[in-house]
Nanobody
Framework: EVQLVQSGGGLVQAGGSLRLSCAAS????????IGWFRQAPGKEREGVSC????????YYADSVKGRFTISSDNAKNTVYLQMNSLKPEDTAVYYC?????????????????????????WGQGTQVTVSS
């Protein structure tokens, strides 16, 4: 059974940092596209970052570019989202998602990556609150 278990998040002051974790069981990330999404109250879920195991294959939303970094620890089968210089507008529930890539699959745009991953498995979500 494919499962994603999230940890991290919490309350932080503006300018602070948090790291979110997304641990996989039942599969390895090597053959998967992984996305981080967030949903603020009253807003639609939006893509934050999307990555897959191809050269130059990480996308970031413009609103987080230069502040957020996605990384992975293959030994722990865990993907991380490091969030620096947090702003109150980053307040949201954050979700990770993953979906297995067909052989030779590539994405032309970040929208393609997000749309593909949305149909995969999801983590339970974790709250991030940034105070001003």
């Amino acid at each position: 059974e494919v499962q994603l278990v999230q940890s991290g998040g919490g309350l932080v002051q503006a300018g602070g940092s948090l790291r979110l974790s997304c641990a996989a069981s039942g599969f390895t990330f090597d053959d998967y596209a992984i996305g981080w999404f967030r949903q603020a109250p009253g807003k639609e879920r939006e893509g934050v970052s999307c990555t897959y195991n191809r050269p130059g294959s990480t996308y970031y939303a413009d609103s987080v570019k230069g502040r957020f970094t996605i990384s992975s620890d293959n030994a722990k089968n865990t993907v991380y989202l490091q969030m620096n210089s947090l702003k109150p507008e980053d307040t949201a529930v954050y979700y990770c998602a993953a979906r297995r890539l067909p052989l030779g699959w590539s994405f032309y745009t970040d929208a393609h990556c997000y749309a593909f991953v949305r149909s995969g498995s999801w983590g339970q979500g974790t709250q991030v609150t940034v105070s001003s």
